[in-house]
């Protein structure tokens, strides 16, 4: 649009004018984001169908809708394409979490034990096929451990601070021990069995009698 066309239109449609370009940008971004959401779903479909190496971009290409030409201007390689559906899934768990975290009507040590129970089902849900094992490694998975793992230390330090749980071991190093052992979901084949395994991991980080505040 030029300038000349904008300042010479009558005030009342000024306004108009001036939120075409917003408008028309954000239609596209809408279009793009709606094609790469299409893409990550269609090839998490077709890996957990077909497997890993049988899925090709031209498959998914048909399978989506769209012509190779602008799958590859997204993404390089189906490789490509599966880390960023892993990414945009860690996003929506670690939010799950942090919703967890902030609910208000529960204690710090209800929080807590709500998250790592939520965790550990994510984990005894996806561990074990050829996808996690790819996808469960990188920069972006890294990112994602440290993030839940400050997430867990802070609320570990909520209940020590409550007087709900121990304080005689530091939060970081509880949060540790926490995550560890949430990982052993991945070995249980119930999901009666992983809420025991958070229960039992629960109960070593409540204070003994033995153990003051402040100590």
Not at 125 to 141: K, N, R, S
Request: net charge neutral; charged share 25%; aromatic share 4%.
């Amino acid at each position: 649009m030029s300038l000349s066309r904008l300042t010479d239109a009558p005030a009342d449609k000024r306004d108009t004018l001036r939120l075409v370009p917003k408008l028309w940008n954000e239609t596209i971004e809408e279009h793009r984001r709606a094609v790469r959401d299409a893409t990550l779903d269609t090839t998490a479909a077709l890996v957990s169908k077909h497997g890993l190496r049988a899925v090709t971009m031209s498959q998914i290409a048909k399978e989506t809708g769209i012509g190779r030409a602008t799958l590859y201007k997204y993404y390089p390689d189906v490789e490509s394409i599966l880390v960023a559906w892993h990414e945009r899934l860690v996003a929506e768990h670690l939010r799950q979490l942090s919703e967890i975290r902030h609910r208000e009507d529960l204690k710090a040590s209800e929080r807590l034990a709500a998250v790592l129970e939520r965790y550990a089902l994510i984990l005894h849900e996806h561990h074990g096929t050829e996808l996690a094992a790819l996808l469960h490694q990188g920069p972006h998975f890294d990112r994602a451990q440290q993030h839940l793992h400050r997430l867990v230390a802070d609320m570990v330090a909520d209940g020590a601070k409550s007087g709900e749980l121990r304080v005689d071991v530091g939060p970081d190093e509880l949060a540790t021990y926490c995550l560890h052992a949430a990982t052993a979901a991945t070995t249980l084949t119930s999901k009666a069995a992983v809420k025991r395994l958070i229960d039992v991991t629960l109960s070593g980080l409540r204070p003994s009698n033995s153990v003051k505040r402040g100590s």
